[in-house]
């Protein structure tokens, strides 16, 4: 069975907490929250690069990034708030108010722009490839992008809203894997007008990846989580606010989100997940449901006209079980961990592999075209199945018949739109991606 879906993801990078910047453009939030929390994975957060010599951390150079962004260590990309990094690392960006084509009022987020210059100064992510994002897919069919006006220093307009109340509910599969899981019920979704995509009408039709992220709530009752959400309110908070949430505060005009773990060409990165085309990937992601984004022109990678960059996702990748008794130090992370079936069991991040990064290929886009791949039974039992890092790995992997798409065919692009936004790499970025576009099969072998 093939699914449709979109994705909306905000990337950032996983760095030494020794050498985390802090970059606040509105203030200091007030909310700091602990990123010392969550799953502490040794195989996925970054050493100190003292460890193992003879000096202590201090006394390490700093990394060559500072120096020139290509160059080893952390480079920012997205620079318009903070970033927290840790265990469970968060990112606090500014937080805009609207009032929707109804009347209602709604809270939202930009991280990318196809304005180059005003990306520049709002220190957010620059994507050429955001303007087709635009096109649909036939002379009928609703774009991926609704058209907006800005007034008085605001969009004015917008009709595509997101519902909060529903509840997330995920059941794992039953076979040898738990993906694809027996039922994947989004806990936010939107109607039919929502995209997080926005096309500046009467401001030379620029295209902005703009996630909402709260509904019609007032900035009385989202004030009181400036410093996060208690445990006892949080049931009747994410029925209002998206899940990736983690504080959100009108009168500081601030929103803290959710970190995810992942790679790009072999570097350690974070990014941010908000929305996605599909049911399936809505769930397993925890992100708005965005069902206008499944209007999104897919497959064209790098060609003429395409909006969309590619990203890969493990099925049947290794899991925290399948860590032999014995491990050092007491260990209970499996070092090859990956994909959905280990993120479906509660390990933790899919840590999925991101296509083109900004300061390592020019085709950089928020919209993220998914590429789902399984490990063929021969790799498992041969012990080929490993975690991979970068997407010439999987594209050789693929190539030898060692991995292909979850039905056995050849690996291909799937249908499916994520927006994710880049925040951090550990060797060469620190930024993030708005929007994604995904192809993905969701049946397995």
């Not at 979109?6 to 909310?31: D, E, H, I, M």
């Not at 220093?153 to 039953?174: E, H, K, L």
Request: proline share 7%.
């Amino acid at each position: 069975m093939t699914k449709m879906h979109r994705y909306s993801w905000l990337v950032c990078f996983a760095v030494p907490a020794a050498y985390a910047s802090v970059l606040p453009r509105q203030g200091q939030p007030r909310f700091r929250p602990s990123p010392n929390s969550g799953f502490d994975d040794p195989t996925v957060n970054i050493a100190s690069p003292a460890f193992g010599t003879a000096i202590a951390e201090g006394y390490q150079g700093p990394f060559a990034s500072g120096y020139e962004t290509s160059l080893v260590g952390p480079a920012n990309l997205l620079r318009s708030g903070t970033l927290q990094i840790g265990v469970k690392s968060n990112y606090t960006l500014p937080l805009y108010n609207s009032i929707n084509a109804k009347g209602g009022q709604y809270w939202w987020v930009t991280t990318d722009s196809s304005d180059e210059g005003n990306a520049a100064q709002l220190g957010i992510n620059f994507s050429p490839k955001l303007r087709f994002a635009a096109q649909s897919l036939s002379p009928d069919s609703m774009s991926p992008a609704e058209d907006v006006r800005v007034v008085n220093n605001t969009v004015v307009g917008r009709q595509g809203m997101v519902d909060y109340s529903p509840v997330r509910n995920i059941v794992p599969g039953n076979g040898t894997f738990s993906f694809p899981p027996q039922m994947a019920q989004p806990g936010q979704v939107g109607d039919n007008n929502y995209t997080p995509l926005i096309r500046l009408a009467n401001a030379g039709g620029e295209v902005w990846n703009a996630p909402i992220v709260a509904g019609d709530v007032n900035d009385h009752y989202l004030n009181q989580f400036c410093n996060g959400v208690p445990e006892d309110m949080q049931e009747g908070f994410y029925s209002k606010v998206h899940d990736r949430v983690l504080a959100i505060c009108p009168r500081e005009s601030t929103v803290t989100l959710a970190c995810v773990n992942g790679f790009s060409f072999s570097k350690s990165v974070l990014y941010f997940a908000l929305d996605a085309s599909d049911t399936l990937p809505a769930t397993l992601d925890d992100v708005n449901y965005a069902p206008r984004l499944a209007n999104l022109q897919v497959g064209g990678d790098d060609s003429l006209f395409s909006g969309v960059e590619r990203f890969f996702v493990s099925t049947n990748g290794f899991s925290n079980k399948d860590l032999a008794s014995g491990a050092p130090n007491n260990e209970t992370h499996h070092p090859w961990r990956q994909g959905l079936s280990s993120a479906i069991n509660g390990d933790g991040d899919p840590l999925n592999i991101l296509g083109a990064i900004p300061t390592v290929a020019l085709d950089y886009s928020p919209l993220w075209n998914f590429n789902l791949f399984s490990w063929t039974d021969y790799s498992i039992e041969a012990g080929i199945r490993t975690r991979m890092t970068g997407e010439f790995e999987v594209l050789g992997m693929a190539a030898a018949g060692y991995v292909t798409s979850p039905d056995g065919s050849q690996l291909e692009t799937q249908n499916i739109v994520t927006t994710i936004v880049l925040k951090l790499s550990t060797t060469n970025v620190f930024g993030h991606r708005s929007s994604m576009v995904l192809r993905v099969t969701t049946a397995r072998r």
